[in-house]
C-alpha cells in the first residue's frame, strides 16, 4: 500500500510555471507506475502525465504535452511535474496517484493540491 501527498500548488499568471510534488510512503514505491490527474469545476477529472517505473517512459495529454514534465526520484519516494507556460485552462485541483505495473487501475490517490491561473 502507498499513500501519497501532493504540494505546491498555487496562483500563478498565465504564462508562469509551478512545479507540483508529490511524496509517497512505504518501501515499494519504485514498482508503482505513477501518475498525475486534474479536475477542474464542473468537470470530469482527467488524465495529465504519467511516468514508468524506472522513470525512462512518460506519457502525457495532448492539451499539455510540451509544456508540462513528469519526473521521479524513486530514492527519494517522490514524483513531480513541472508545469510550464501556463493557461487559465489549466486551473483545476491536481491529484497524484499510483497504480501497480500489471494493472490499468490507479488504486492510490493524493489528496489534491489546487492550481489556479489567472488570466
Known amino acids: 500500500q502507498v499513500q501519497l501527498v501532493e504540494s505546491g500548488g498555487g496562483l500563478v499568471q498565465a504564462g508562469g510555471s509551478l512545479r507540483l510534488s508529490c511524496a509517497a510512503s512505504?518501501?515499494?514505491?519504485?514498482?508503482?507506475?505513477m501518475g498525475w490527474f486534474r479536475q477542474a469545476p464542473g468537470k470530469e477529472r482527467e488524465f495529465v502525465a504519467s511516468?514508468?517505473?524506472?522513470?525512462?517512459?512518460?506519457n502525457y495529454a495532448d492539451s499539455v504535452k510540451g509544456r508540462f514534465t513528469i519526473s521521479r526520484d524513486n530514492a527519494k519516494n517522490m514524483v513531480y511535474l513541472q508545469m510550464d507556460s501556463l493557461k487559465p485552462e489549466d486551473t483545476a485541483v491536481y491529484y497524484c496517484a499510483a497504480r501497480l505495473l500489471f494493472l490499468s487501475v490507479y488504486s492510490y490517490w493524493g489528496q489534491g493540491t489546487q492550481v489556479t491561473v489567472s488570466s
Open positions: 512505504g518501501r515499494t514505491f519504485s514498482t508503482y507506475v
Open positions: 511516468i514508468s517505473t524506472s522513470g525512462s517512459v512518460t
